[in-house]
C-alpha cells in the first residue's frame, strides 16, 4: 500500500487528491471486510437501510458518520467489526419513480399488466438503484460491501415469508375491517410516517340536526361536511346537562332522512363548540372509537379515489368529495339547516409522496396482533437489556408501545413483497410458503383441484425491514454470520422511526431470535439550519452533504456533523460552522507540514526514556495521555461531541499554538541530540493524535501517516507489528507513565504568564511585533523556580525585549495582572498617553453600554417575545452575550488604567 510520499506537501490541504485514492486502496486491500470464522470479539452494526430512490441527504450524512466512527474505532480497538450496508425497496417512492418513466412512453403499469411493471422496477433499480451507496462511498463510510442487502432480494424476500406464514398460524397476523390511512390518489393504505401534517386555513361549519318527533335541534360543527352523509350517530358528554334529555332519542340526518341516535359518550367535551359530536365510525379515527364502544353502524361513503359512492343519496353519487362538500353546504343552507361558519386553522393529513389530503377509509386489510408482540418488547427495555442513549427516549418507545393498535401491514402497490395468500372459490384463505404448498393445501380441504387467486396485495415496507437485524445475516438459515454477530451492538437511528422501526425490530427479534436485536439505540438529533429551521426546499435552506465534500472535503463533513452531535440536542450546522472545521482540518494538514520540513536528522530507532525527555517533551505527553483517555471514553458513551472537542483542543490549542512554539528554537538550534530528542516526540505525538483523529477525519489522517512513513515513522498495527494503513492501526491507548504532573503544572503555569502578558499588551493596544519590557514579582520560591528555566519561552512567545523578576515594591506606572503566585506588570509610560486612551476607552464603553440596554429592554418586553420568530430572538440573546463581554473588557481596561493615573 505504500507509495513514495517523502514529497513537498502542498500548504493547503486539498481533498480531491486524497480522498478517491485512498477509498480505492482500502477496499482493494480488504479492509472493510468482517471475519466471521475469526477469534476476535465481535460489533456490529446494521445500517438503517436508505431509500433504493434516494440520494445522500445531510440526514444520511450524519447518521452514516457516526456508524462509521464507530466501526472504524472498534476495528482499531481489536473487534471483528461488522457494518452490514444496504437499501430498502421503498414501495411507494420506487413504484412512482418508474410510474412516471411509463408515462413519459404514453403508458401505464396497468396497461403493461403485474409482471410486465415488476420487471421494469428491476430493471431500474439495476440501472440506477445503488446512487446512494456509490454517495456512501464519497463520505467515507466503509462498511462491508461483500455483505451488501436489498430487502427484496432472494434471501430477505424467504425470511418475509417465513415471518408472515408463522405469525398468520401463530393468529398474531390476521384481516380485519379498520379504518386505514388512505391515499386516493395512490389507491393504497399508507403508514402515519407517509402522512404529512399541515395547518391551513378552514372553516367550522354548524349543522342542525332535527329531533325525531320534535321541533327540536341538536347543533353540530364539522370541517368536513362531505362526511356527515355517513353520520350514524351524534355523541354528547354523559355529564352535560344540556342533553340529557336527548340521550336515547334520534335525529334525522339531514339531506339522508336515516335515523340516527344521540348517545352519550366522553369522547364528546363539554367544552368545545356546542359540546354535540357527529360521528362518522367509517371515516374518522376518534369517530371509529365511538362507533365500536357505542355499536354504530359504520357506512363507507367513498370510493378508493375519494368519489361518493352507492351509499349516499343519488344526487351526490360520483361526485368528488370537495364538490360534494360545496354541494352539501349549499343544500343545508337551502334547507335552513346551515348556522354559523366558523373560521379556524386546523391540521389536514397529506400524503407525503401524493401531495393530496388523506381519508380515513375503512376497508379489509390484513393486520399484526401487535399488542401481544409489544410485551415482551416494553419489558426487554425496562429490565435493560436494551438501551436507549438518550434515556429519556424510553419515554417516548413506552408510550408508543403500551398504547399499541393493530399494525395494518398490507399496501395495495404491486412493488412489494406480495403477501403470501391464496384465496379458493369460496374465499377460505392459504396462507403458505409458496404457491405449490398453498395448491397442496386446498386439495386437502377441498378434495380435489382448484383455481386460486392470490392476494394483489404487498407488504408494509416495514415489515420487511423490521427483520433487518436478522435476515441481512441470513436468517432463518443457521450460519456462522448469524451465530456471531447477532445480537448487533448498536443501534445508531433518528428519533422519527423509533416506533415505526425500531420498536417493530425489537418486537420481530425477540420473537423469532428469542434475544433482543441490539443492545444499545443511539438517537441523534435533527439537523437544523443556523436558525435552528427545519430544513426543506422550500426555505430554501438546505445543505447538500455532497456539495460540501466537493468544496471542502469529506473529512471537514464528518468533522463538523460529529462536533455538532451533541446528545439530546438537534444540530444547528451551516456553512460557516462547516468553514471553521475546514480550516481546522487544514491547520492539521500545517502542523504536520511544519513537522515534516523538519525531521532532517530524524532518527525512527531512537528510544527515549522519562530522564531524557525535556519538560515541554513531558508536558505534551502528559496532554496527549490525558486527550486519549478523553476521546475514548467519549467514543466509548456515544459522546461524539466531546470526542470532536478533545480531539480538536488537543490539536489546535496545545500541539499547534503551544507545543510547535515552544520547540521551536530546539528545532531550529545546533544542538543535535536536543534537536532528535524533540523530533522524536513530535513524530510521536503527531501519529497518535492522528490515529485519535482516524475515526472522524480518516481522509487526512491517512494522506499525512503514509508521509509520515516515508521518513521510517512506524504504528503498530492492531493485528500486525506496523500498521501498513492508519485503518489496520491500534488505537492509541493511555499510558500511565507518561502522566508527567510537575511537568504539567511548570506549563501550565508558562502558558498564564504569557496569556497574562498578551492581554496587558491588547489592554495598551500594542502590536504583536512591538517588544516590551515586563517585570514579573513572584511571591514563593516554586514560581520563581517555574520562571527561571522558562525565560527565554516566555520572552519569545509574549514578545518581549526584557523579563525582569523583582522582590518588594511594585513598580510605578504600570497596569498589572495578576495570576497565581506571581503578578505581571507592563511599564506604559511612553508606550501610551493614559489620559487620552482612558477617554477613548470611556466613550466606547458608553456605546456599548447603551447598546446592551437597548437589548435587555428587548429581551424584557413580553410582546416582542411572544410575537418575534425564535431565530430573531436567538440573535438578540447572543448580542446580549457580546454586548455584557464587551462592557466587562472595557471596564477590566478602564480599571487598570485608572489604577496608574
Not at 408463522?166 to 393468529?171: F, I, V
Not at 400524503?351 to 386489510?365: A, F, K, M, N, Y
Not at 496532554?623 to 458513551?637: C, D, F, W
Request: overall charge negative.
Amino acid at each position: 500500500m505504500s507509495e513514495n510520499v517523502k514529497t513537498e506537501m502542498d500548504k493547503v490541504f486539498d481533498p480531491t487528491k486524497v480522498e478517491k485514492k485512498w477509498y480505492e486502496k482500502w477496499i482493494d486491500n480488504g479492509y472493510y471486510k468482517s471475519s466471521p470464522s475469526g477469534d476476535k470479539p465481535p460489533f456490529s452494526i446494521v445500517i438503517p437501510p436508505p431509500n433504493v430512490t434516494g440520494s445522500l441527504h445531510v440526514g444520511h450524512a450524519l447518521n452514516n458518520t457516526l456508524q462509521d466512527i464507530l466501526i472504524r474505532y472498534k476495528r482499531m480497538k481489536g473487534f471483528d467489526a461488522l457494518w452490514v450496508p444496504g437499501t430498502d425497496h421503498a414501495g411507494i417512492a420506487t413504484q412512482m419513480m418508474v410510474e412516471r418513466e411509463l408515462e413519459k412512453e404514453g403508458v401505464s403499469r396497468t396497461d403493461i399488466g403485474r409482471d410486465a411493471f415488476l420487471e421494469r422496477v428491476w430493471q431500474w433499480k439495476q440501472e440506477s438503484g445503488n446512487t446512494i451507496t456509490l454517495q456512501l462511498r464519497r463520505l467515507g463510510a466503509m462498511p462491508d460491501w461483500d455483505k451488501e442487502r436489498f430487502t427484496m432480494d432472494e434471501g430477505l424476500s424467504n425470511a418475509v415469508r417465513k415471518v408472515f406464514v408463522d405469525l398468520y398460524d401463530q393468529d398474531l397476523i390476521y384481516k380485519d375491517k379498520r379504518l386505514v390511512n388512505w391515499d386516493p390518489q395512490l389507491c393504497t393504505a399508507i403508514s402515519d410516517l407517509e402522512v404529512e401534517q399541515r395547518e391551513v386555513n378552514g372553516n367550522f361549519w354548524y349543522f342542525k340536526y332535527p329531533i325525531e318527533g320534535s321541533n327540536e335541534f341538536i347543533t353540530v360543527a364539522t370541517t368536513r361536511p362531505e362526511t356527515m352523509l355517513g353520520d350514524t350517530g351524534v355523541a354528547v358528554h354523559p355529564e352535560d346537562e344540556r342533553y340529557k334529555h336527548l340521550v336515547g332519542k334520534n335525529v334525522v340526518l339531514p339531506l339522508v332522512g336515516r335515523k340516527i341516535p344521540i348517545v352519550a359518550d366522553e369522547y364528546s367535551d363539554p367544552e368545545k363548540g356546542t359540546g354535540a359530536v357527529k360521528i362518522t365510525p367509517a371515516h374518522d379515527f376518534n369517530d371509529f372509537e365511538v362507533g365500536q364502544r357505542q355499536n354504530l353502524e359504520m357506512i363507507n361513503i367513498f370510493d378508493s379515489t375519494a368519489h361518493l359512492n352507492d351509499n349516499v343519496p343519488k344526487v351526490y353519487r360520483g361526485l368528488d368529495r370537495f364538490e360534494a362538500r360545496k354541494r352539501i353546504i349549499e343544500d343545508l343552507e337551502g334547507q335552513g339547516l346551515l348556522g354559523e361558519i366558523e373560521d379556524t386553522v386546523h391540521t389536514v393529513p397529506y400524503g407525503d409522496r401524493s401531495g393530496v389530503v388523506i381519508e380515513p377509509w375503512l376497508t379489509d386489510q390484513w393486520y399484526v396482533d401487535a399488542e401481544k408482540l409489544a410485551v415482551e418488547a416494553i419489558s426487554c427495555v425496562e429490565d435493560g437489556r436494551v438501551q436507549f442513549i438518550p434515556k429519556y427516549w424510553e419515554r417516548t418507545y413506552f408510550e408508543w408501545l403500551r398504547n399499541i393498535e393493530p399494525w395494518c401491514i398490507s399496501r395495495q402497490l404491486w412493488w412489494g413483497h406480495q403477501i403470501p395468500a391464496w384465496y379458493g372459490p369460496d374465499g377460505h384463505i392459504f396462507v403458505e410458503l409458496s404457491e405449490e404448498e398453498a395448491l397442496e393445501a386446498s386439495r386437502e380441504h377441498y378434495g380435489e383441484d382448484v383455481d386460486l387467486v392470490r392476494d394483489p396485495d404487498v407488504l408494509d415496507t416495514w415489515f420487511s425491514s423490521g427483520l433487518w437485524p436478522f435476515s441481512t445475516l441470513g436468517w432463518p438459515e443457521l450460519n456462522p454470520n448469524l451465530e456471531k454477530y447477532y445480537p448487533t451492538s448498536v443501534l445508531v437511528t433518528g428519533f422519527d422511526i423509533i416506533f415505526f422501526w425500531v420498536a417493530r425490530m425489537i418486537m420481530q427479534g425477540l420473537k423469532f431470535m428469542g434475544d433482543v436485536p441490539f443492545k444499545d439505540i443511539y438517537i441523534h438529533g435533527l439537523i437544523r439550519d443556523e436558525k435552528g429551521q427545519k430544513m426543506s426546499k422550500t426555505r430554501g435552506n438546505v445543505i447538500d452533504p455532497l456539495e460540501v465534500i466537493d468544496k471542502y472535503g469529506a473529512d471537514a463533513m464528518r468533522f463538523s456533523l460529529t462536533a455538532l452531535a451533541t446528545q439530546g440536542r438537534d444540530i444547528k450546522l451551516s456553512m460557516p460552522v462547516i468553514q471553521g472545521y475546514r480550516n481546522f482540518i487544514n491547520k492539521i494538514w500545517n502542523a504536520s507540514r511544519f513537522s515534516m520540513m523538519n525531521l532532517e536528522g530524524y532518527d525512527p530507532d531512537l528510544v527515549l526514556s522519562g530522564e531524557e525527555l525535556s519538560t515541554y517533551d513531558k508536558w505534551i505527553l502528559t496532554k496527549l495521555n490525558r486527550t486519549i483517555k478523553e476521546v475514548e471514553h467519549a467514543l466509548e458513551s456515544y459522546e461524539f461531541d466531546k470526542a470532536a472537542s478533545s480531539i480538536y483542543q488537543f490539536f489546535w490549542a496545545e500541539y499547534c499554538d503551544w507545543y510547535l512554539e515552544l520547540v521551536k528554537p530546539i528545532l531550529y538550534g545546533e544542538n543535535q541530540e536536543d534537536k532528535q530528542r524533540t523530533q522524536s516526540v513530535l513524530v510521536r505525538v503527531l501519529t497518535t493524535a492522528l490515529g485519535l483523529l482516524h475515526p472522524i477525519a480518516p481522509f487526512v489522517s491517512e494522506e499525512l501517516y503514509q508521509r509520515l512513513k516515508s521518513f521510517g515513522v512506524q504504528i503498530k498495527g492492531v493485528d500486525e507489528e506496523i500498521a501498513e494503513s492508519i485503518v489496520v492501526s491500534a488505537f492509541p491507548e493511555f499510558n500511565e507513565s507518561e502522566i508527567h504532573k510537575d511537568a504539567e503544572d511548570e506549563v501550565e503555569f508558562v502558558k498564564d504568564i504569557v496569556a497574562a502578558i498578551r492581554g496587558l499588551r491588547a489592554v495598551v493596544g500594542l502590536h504583536p511585533s512591538e517588544r516590551v519590557n515586563i517585570i514579573l514579582l513572584p511571591d514563593n520560591d516554586i514560581v520563581q523556580n517555574y520562571i527561571t528555566p522558562n525565560r527565554d519561552s516566555i520572552t519569545d512567545l509574549a514578545s518581549l525585549s526584557e523579563l525582569e523578576l523583582i522582590e518588594g515594591n511594585k513598580p510605578e506606572k504600570a497596569i498589572a495582572q495578576i495570576i497565581s503566585g506571581v503578578e505581571v506588570f507592563l511599564p506604559v509610560e511612553g508606550l501610551i498617553d493614559i489620559e487620552k486612551e482612558s477617554q477613548r476607552i470611556k466613550k466606547e464603553l458608553g456605546k456599548v453600554t447603551k447598546d446592551l440596554e437597548q437589548t435587555e429592554r428587548k429581551l424584557s418586553n413580553s410582546k416582542f417575545l411572544d410575537r418575534a420568530p425564535e431565530d430573531i430572538i436567538d440573535k438578540e440573546k447572543q448580542k446580549l452575550e457580546e454586548f455584557s463581554a464587551q462592557k466587562k473588557k472595557l471596564e477590566d481596561v478602564l480599571s487598570k488604567l485608572n489604577e496608574i493615573r
